[in-house]
């Protein structure tokens, strides 16, 4: 396999250092309200973590209510939008996941 299509597999070394250096920096963040995460997809996945490490983050509560329980597959996507309008309205940008965002596999909801 040429090196580019080494570099860029899902399994590629620095993606695995790039995920755990991430995954400590959030749960350095998350420490102060008692959460942490083990898996990136897993536990940002329903929104509650995610909400959590922005109020952190931005010390500002979300501006409309999410579910504290996601049950079902919708309330983790509406957890997540939530977050994601929180985003918006702080004008933050998110750089370089636009596209993977709308491609972004939502099996592990």
């Known amino acids: 396999m040429p090196a580019t299509e080494k ?4 399994d ?3 993606k695995k250092i790039q995920q755990n250096t991430f995954t400590r920096w959030i749960n350095e963040h998350l420490k102060c ?6 898996d990136l997809q897993l536990d940002l996945g329903d929104g509650l973590r995610l909400i959590a490490l922005l109020e952190v983050l931005s010390h500002k509560k979300m501006y409309r209510k999410f579910h504290p329980r996601p049950n079902f597959r919708q309330m983790k ?3 997540v939008s939530v977050a994601l309008e929180f985003l918006d309205k702080e004008s ?3 750089v370089s996941i636009g596209e993977q965002l709308h491609s972004f596999s939502w099996k592990f909801l």
């Not at 309200?33 to 083990?38: G, L, P, S």
């Open 77 to 79: 996507l509406e957890n």
């Open 33 to 38: 309200v008692n959460k942490r995460i083990v």
């Open 92 to 94: 933050i940008k998110l």
């Open 12 to 14: 590629a070394p620095w």
């Open 7 to 10: 570099d860029l597999a899902d």
